[in-house]
């Protein structure tokens, strides 16, 4: 492949990303880039960025008004996925030339394993027997009436309670398909990064019912803050790898780790972003949400859901419910981004609310980066959602007007985990307990009678210690305001 040039695609300590000539022509195209020395590896493209994406509350193309032209652009999105791996502009395969051939023969694999119906079957044990599937949508009937108004009228709140699933989370969903994916391919080792540690307990647990080697990478901050799921990984026979940092951190270690080990090493994507077709695979594993919510919805009250509504971090659990009912115009799809300690602060996890177009891990989305494209360091009291760039797909939703994204506080996160422990007897990860906490905003909004299911995501259990330190603050406070 023939450079040119505006850029090149290069690898550098494991991280794929975009790169260009000079940081002034990175100002004017928008480019992700680092300014890192290269470590070897490239491979070239004429991709060029333009500035004029959006903000919160803006569409980076034109706002269709009917939903004919969303599902037309849907429907052509698809088309591109299948040709080029990319979701309209994002998306799309930015890496070195030594991983074209293995990411052909995974997606290979993947197309063929989505039709054989021994695969399926496997899969669908696997997911009953062992993961717990389906999950109860549950009727949070206090919840419900907390939110009603003075003539006793209000929304009608369901859970998907993904928390109940085995290892507490969705990531199970997908852990449990690639494994099984990998060991058909003939690979003995499995290679993952985690940040909240739910997708490397899911990557463990499925290792070991698979009798296969596990290798989970770790940021340093994580493994204070997660230190119990760490602990699980360990037990479950993982090798533990610490690295200075966070999440994307560990992914950039994860990645470079297994493009040292390409023929014996398979890396297990958690998170709905990299290269084509990692993106594509985590949201079609993690499809089952939707699909039993779609099916429980019509025993339950002999319909669709109004509204889903669901947390983004990276984007596998909102794909999850969001992609079954992608051509139903009549339900809205919410998703919900973490605004930290504020969304001008500069300390948040907001990406399709803040980012910009750019080029990281592999593949083309809104990330969190500077002016000179350096990537900036996302924030979350919900571990899993600190990552600074977001799925392709659900990039591509925005810019096309299907998905609405709106953002959440740690403290407005912080209120929900206490509020729908104390009303449901529910304890959510901080990452759902932003969905959650969206309720307070939209709840207000909807007639009466609306059904609203929300993605549960998670189980809280690894957020205990966090919520306390923030509940022995407020207290603390509380009593500073009585004594003056």
């Not at 909807?446 to 299911?453: I, P």
């Amino acid at each position: 492949m023939a450079c040119n040039n505006l850029q090149t695609i290069s690898i550098h300590g494991g991280i794929f990303h975009a790169t260009s000539e000079s940081s002034n022509s990175s100002k004017r195209q928008g480019l992700a880039m680092h300014s890192q020395t290269d470590r070897g590896l490239k491979v070239c493209s004429a991709v060029a960025v333009t500035h004029n994406t959006p903000n919160s509350g803006e569409l980076g193309l034109r706002n269709p008004k009917k939903m004919s032209e969303i599902l037309q652009l849907i429907d052509q999105g698809e088309k591109t996925l299948t040709s080029s791996g990319k979701f309209g502009r994002f998306g799309g395969i930015f890496v070195p030339e030594t991983l074209i051939t293995c990411l052909k023969k995974l997606e290979d694999e993947f197309n063929w394993v989505l039709h054989d119906p021994e695969f399926q079957t496997e899969l669908s044990i696997a997911l009953k027997d062992y993961v717990g599937r389906e999950t109860p949508l549950y009727f949070a009937e206090r919840l419900t009436n907390s939110y009603k108004n003075e003539n006793g009228e209000g929304p009608e709140i369901y859970l998907k309670r993904e928390d109940l699933t085995h290892t507490g989370a969705h990531k199970i969903n997908n852990a449990i398909a690639q494994a099984m994916l990998a060991k058909r391919m003939g690979r003995k080792s499995i290679v993952a990064a985690t940040g909240a540690g739910q997708h490397g307990v899911a990557t463990a647990a499925t290792c070991a019912k698979l009798g296969l080697d596990c290798t989970i990478f770790i940021g340093n901050i994580d493994i204070e803050r997660q230190s119990s799921n760490v602990l699980l990984m360990k037990h479950l026979g993982a090798e533990v790898k610490s690295i200075a940092g966070t999440f994307k951190d560990a992914t950039s270690e994860a990645i470079r780790y297994w493009v040292g080990n390409l023929e014996s090493s398979y890396y297990l994507a958690g998170t709905a972003v990299g290269p084509h077709p990692c993106p594509s695979m985590v949201r079609e594993f993690q499809t089952v949400i939707g699909k039993e919510t779609r099916k429980q919805a019509m025993e339950k009250w002999g319909g669709k859901p109004n509204v889903l509504v669901a947390c983004v971090g990276s984007g596998s659990n909102a794909l999850g419910l969001f992609h079954e009912f992608i051509r139903d115009e009549n339900v809205r799809l919410i998703g919900v981004e973490a605004a930290g300690n504020g969304i001008d602060t500069g300390k948040h996890s907001a990406t399709l609310a803040k980012g910009q177009v750019g080029v990281y891990h592999g593949t083309m989305s809104y990330l969190l980066q500077d002016d000179e494209g350096q990537i900036i360091g996302p924030h979350s009291v919900g571990v899993g959602l600190e990552y600074p760039g977001v799925s392709p797909e659900l990039s591509f939703l925005k810019d096309i007007g299907r998905a609405e994204f709106y953002t959440i506080t740690d403290e407005e996160a912080l209120q929900a985990y206490t509020r729908v422990c104390r009303l449901e007897g529910i304890f959510p990860a901080l990452e759902a307990a932003h969905a959650l906490a969206y309720l307070e905003k939209l709840c207000p909004t909807l007639a009466n009678g609306t059904k609203v299911v929300v993605n549960c995501s998670g189980r809280g259990d690894k957020d205990v210690a966090t919520v306390f330190k923030y509940q022995q603050l407020q207290d603390k406070m509380e009593r500073g305001h009585e004594q003056s």
